[in-house]
């Protein structure tokens, strides 16, 4: 089975720190996605990935950046915490061909204080 | 540009009781549909697609879903639900091709009670 792994699955941060959420995928995916999901917003995609050392801006980049220096590792990035950054964070992986769908890892549900 | 719209965001209902998902969807282009889920605490998982050929497709745990283009509709339905299909569902579409990024729904929850 296809496998997204998360780092954290939990996170509590305080205000104007600096987060790396990290991603590892392992099934040679060029596209990998980061999503946040919020109760009643849905998921909302930050930034995505067609391939290395390639990124796109989703519907909400303010505030996020984003690496992909492998392959394999899609990093996002919270230049300086707040709290409006609290939420579910969702990384994402897929072949090039839209057919396949994604592949979800488990999430990473931060808390910014 | 494509959306999705959910139409219901809560849908409670009672075990061995039949459910049906709303999803409508808007693109000028063919599409792929997408139905996932999301168990308490954990990420999404594909729970069935629609490519292309027969307008109804089904999943491993009977849910199944049709494709209808003319009212630009993907509906999720089971007959008979079980306590453990408690979740979120998410309706999701993409373009063809490559490199396309799906677009979801806002999700609806499904509780199942006893």
């Known amino acids: 089975d296809v496998k997204v792994t998360q780092s954290s699955r939990y996170l509590v941060k305080r205000t104007g720190e600096k987060v790396f959420l990290e991603c590892v995928q392992d099934m040679d995916h060029e596209n990998m996605f980061w999503y946040r999901q919020d109760p009643g917003l849905g998921l909302r995609l930050i930034y995505f990935s067609y391939d290395v050392k390639m990124k796109e801006k989703g519907d909400i980049p303010e505030g996020y950046s984003v690496s992909r220096e492998k392959k394999e590792r899609f990093s996002l990035i919270l230049e300086s915490a707040s709290t409006n950054q609290t939420s579910m964070y969702l990384c994402a992986s897929r072949q090039t061909v839209a057919l396949y769908g994604y592949t979800f890892g488990s999430g990473t549900r931060l808390t910014v204080v | 540009a494509q959306s999705v719209t959910q139409l219901d965001s809560q849908v409670p209902v009672f075990e061995e009781a039949p459910v049906e998902l709303r999803c409508n969807y808007s693109s000028s282009v063919s599409v792929y549909l997408f139905w996932y889920v999301q168990y308490p605490n954990q990420g999404l998982q594909l729970l069935l697609k629609?490519?292309?050929?027969?307008?109804l497709v089904e999943s491993i745990n009977g849910f199944e879903a049709e494709f209808n283009k003319s009212q630009t509709s993907f509906h999720l339905r089971k007959p008979s639900v079980h306590i453990s299909d408690t979740a979120e569902y998410f309706c999701a579409v993409s373009r063809g091709g490559s490199n396309y990024k799906l677009t979801f729904g806002k999700g609806t929850l499904l509780t199942v009670n006893p």
């Open positions: 629609y490519l292309s050929g027969s307008t």
